[in-house]
């Protein structure tokens, strides 16, 4: 029996029944990687070695009666997380060589639970873009078309996912850096609450690991399934025990329904700031049509759904205001003059980017007033619904497009180009309030590419949309393999 694209869960179970041994999980993940990550590029630091060395003391361990979440189970790591040994570059040339000496937090859990780490998977320069290429590693490509992108930052480990090189993988979210991937490459990540999960040791290159509280920034899990999101999110939540003491407990709420018939929902399809390409629009209504199918109430608008354009206007300010804050002074007076050429009703998402950048810590403070004031708008809407459908971005995967210059590209709507960094208005639209959103698989366009839709729930509540997303894969299906 081939297992490389069997669920984490189902996995599981086998390594339980003695029906399969870790270390024959792991040599067949291995052979594919070499066999077929030629053409994907997904894997860009492997860890064989090791990987083969921690199979076989998981069978071990095994052996002895011992049973762990993931005890055995093949997995991936972004390569933005440091890994004991392993180079941890972001994708920056000149940071190649670093090497960390001890592994992030989430590297940790995932060994104390278990897991064989097959190695890193690959990234955008920085992990600042909706692709992932970079000069250290090369261009990832999509497994369905390698003439496209798998989506960025954790591009490396959706392609990885979607090619069968592993069961699970951890990635990291500010800009739809999870959502993005799994809807290009029609795999499930769940971006978790803004604080649940513990990032240490998710840091450019050369560090140092501190625990920091980020404003926007994430790490979530990526996986085949939806029941293996939560399997994962169980291992990966909990506050770092450098802030919060080494024992805490965490009682994340179970979710708010069972039964898809008793949800309710509202579908978003449009956004004030961007168009939604055809593609993404069918994905979306073939998802809310499943859930009118199955019982739940589903709701097309609401006067309680926060502005969305200021929501898209406040997110630009608050993520790029942290975006160019270690940029050389050069750089920043550059922007600086710039942002003092734009016309005073210049309102564009450009021209928020732009402001955000060179904003004041007085502009932040006023930002995130707003934030909070969006916080509570949705704290009133979650009180009428229980999850939001909405798109991830506009389109299916797009080509690769390398131009040096993001504001000199591109995206194709439906025949129409509009600036390439719009797009990321939707991955806002759960990122700026701190919101918990899954990325679901919801089928294919027209020219067989994954689309994908998010499901975003109130904050702390995470297993509502990660309920709401098994439900939907027991009524549409799920995860695919490329033909």
Known sequence: MEWSFQTAEELVAALRAGEVSSAELTDEAIARIERDDKAIN??????????RAAA?????????????????????????????????????PHHRDYVPAEDAVQVSRLRAAGAVVLGKTNVPLGLQDIQSFNEVYGTTNNPWDHGRTPGGSSGGSSAAL??????????????????????????????????LAADRGMVPPPGPALPVDQDLAVVGPMARSARDLTLLLDVMAG???????????????????????????????????IPTGSA????????????????ARVERHSPLLPDLAEAAVTYMQLWFSGAVARFPDEAYEQLRARAAGLSADDRSLHA???????????????????????????????????AVVCPITPTPAFPHDHDPDPLA??????????????????AGVATMPGLPATAVPAGRSP?????????IGPMFEDRTPLRLAELLERRIGGFQAPE
Not at 63 to 86: M, N
Not at 164 to 186: K, M, N, W
């Open 42 to 51: 997904a894997i860009c630091v492997p860890d064989f070695d090791r990987a």
């Open 447 to 455: 020219e067989g590419l994954p689309v994908g839709v998010q499901l």
């Open 280 to 295: 993404v629009r069918a994905g979306v209504n073939r998802v809310a049509d499943a859930l009118a199918d199955g019982g």
């Open 162 to 195: 979607a090619s069968g090189f592993g069961a699970l993988s951890i990635g990291s979210d500010i800009g739809g850096s999870l959502r993005t991937p799994a809807h290009f490459c029609g795999v499930y990540a769940h971006k978790p609450t803004l604080g």
């Open 409 to 426: 590209r591109r995206l194709d709507i439906d025949g129409v180009e509009y600036p390439y960094l719009d797009q990321m208005v939707w």
């Open 352 to 386: 928020a980017r732009l402001r955000g950048m060179v904003s004041s810590h007085r502009d932040w403070v006023e930002a995130n007033s707003r934030r909070e004031l969006h916080r509570h708008g949705w704290r009133r809407l979650f009180a009428e619904f229980d």
């Open 239 to 273: 506050p770092d025990p450098l802030t919060r003491g080494v024992a805490y407990d965490l009682r994340l709420p179970p979710a708010r329904h069972e039964r898809l018939c008793d949800f309710r929902v509202l579908v978003i399809e449009e956004h004030p700031c």
């Open 56 to 92: 076989r003391g998981a069978d071990q361990a095994r052996a002895r009666g011992e049973d762990r979440p993931l005890l055995g189970i093949p997995v991936t790591v972004k390569e933005s997380y440091d890994i004991a040994g392993l180079p941890t570059t972001w994708g920056m």
